[in-house]
């Protein structure tokens, strides 16, 4: 018989990758601390009733290009979100999250350490401002990308893209001109600033 899904929670917080549960037993306290986890128990896992199951899976190192796709059909947002954020995720993973209706998603992968040029000028486009953020803040972002977030609506955004460590001088310019002083003073504290501009930048509003 299974323990509960509370049990499990708190065994999975003290067991050992050696522990004695069978993934039968206990699949949460197995899939998280296992080391012994086949592609067989992600498959298994990903058709179980419980979210909180299909999620760890989903999320699991050890899922495949197959196993990743189908979790960015499951049903649940927080099963397809965890799927956006797998390591493992390829181009076409994130291209199919970034079309997700559901904003979390398409933020993960805007973010997600994979995600290309075409996926960030995708998610810079994106109606909402949190996934443009996410955009901007990944950092495969480059200078073309932040003078795009350098002209986002939204503060925060700007203020985001003046602190990247990848700007340009170019990049910089622009914000120590943004109208909004937040935008100027992060990217007067951008280390880059002082490399850019040794003596100082007389240009601000």
Same mark, same amino acid.
């Given at each position: 018989m299974?323990?509960?899904?509370?049990h499990?929670?708190?065994?999975?917080?003290?067991?050992?990758?050696?522990?004695?549960?069978?993934f039968?037993?206990a699949?949460?306290?197995?899939l998280?601390?296992?080391?012994k986890i086949?592609? =067989? /128990?992600? *498959? @298994?896992? #990903?058709? +179980?009733?419980?979210y909180? !199951?299909?999620?760890?899976? %989903?999320? $699991? &190192?050890?899922?495949?290009?197959?196993?990743i796709?189908?979790?960015?059909?499951?049903?649940?947002?927080?099963?397809?979100?965890?799927?956006?954020?797998?390591?493992?995720?390829?181009? =076409? /993973?994130? *291209? @199919?999250a #970034?079309? +997700?209706?559901n904003?979390? !998603?398409?933020?993960?992968? %805007?973010? $997600? &350490?994979?995600?290309?040029?075409?996926?960030?000028?995708?998610?810079?486009?994106?109606?909402?401002?949190?996934?443009?953020?996410?955009a901007?803040?990944?950092?495969?972002?480059i200078? =073309? /990308?932040? *003078? @795009?977030? #350098?002209? +986002?609506?939204?503060l925060?955004?700007?203020?985001?893209? %003046?602190? $990247? &460590?990848?700007?340009?001088?170019?990049?910089?310019?622009k914000?120590?001109?943004?109208?909004?002083s937040?935008?100027?003073?992060a990217?007067?504290?951008?280390?880059?600033?002082r490399?850019?501009?040794?003596?100082?930048?007389?240009?601000?509003i």
């Open positions: 299974a323990l509960s899904k509370e499990q929670n708190f065994i999975s917080r003290f067991a050992k990758p050696d522990l004695h549960y069978s039968e037993d699949p949460i306290v197995y998280e601390k296992s080391n086949t592609k =067989e /128990h992600i *498959d @298994k896992a #990903l058709d +179980d009733e419980s909180k !199951i299909r999620l760890i899976a %989903a999320s $699991h &190192p050890i899922a495949n290009s197959e196993q796709y189908k979790a960015l059909n499951d049903k649940s947002i927080d099963v397809r979100q965890a799927a956006a954020s797998n390591i493992n995720a390829t181009k =076409e /993973h994130l *291209d @199919k #970034l079309d +997700d209706k904003t979390w !998603i398409r933020s993960e992968a %805007a973010k $997600h &350490p994979n995600a290309t040029k075409e996926h960030i000028d995708k998610a810079l486009d994106d109606i909402d401002m949190i996934v443009r953020h996410s901007i803040n990944n950092p495969n972002a200078a =073309e /990308h932040l *003078d @795009k977030g #350098l002209n +986002d609506t939204h925060g955004n700007r203020v985001m893209a %003046a602190k $990247h &460590p990848n700007v340009t001088k170019e990049n910089l310019l914000a120590l001109n943004d109208a909004k937040l935008v100027r003073d990217a007067v504290k951008n280390p880059k600033y490399e850019y501009f040794p003596n100082g930048h007389k240009g601000l």
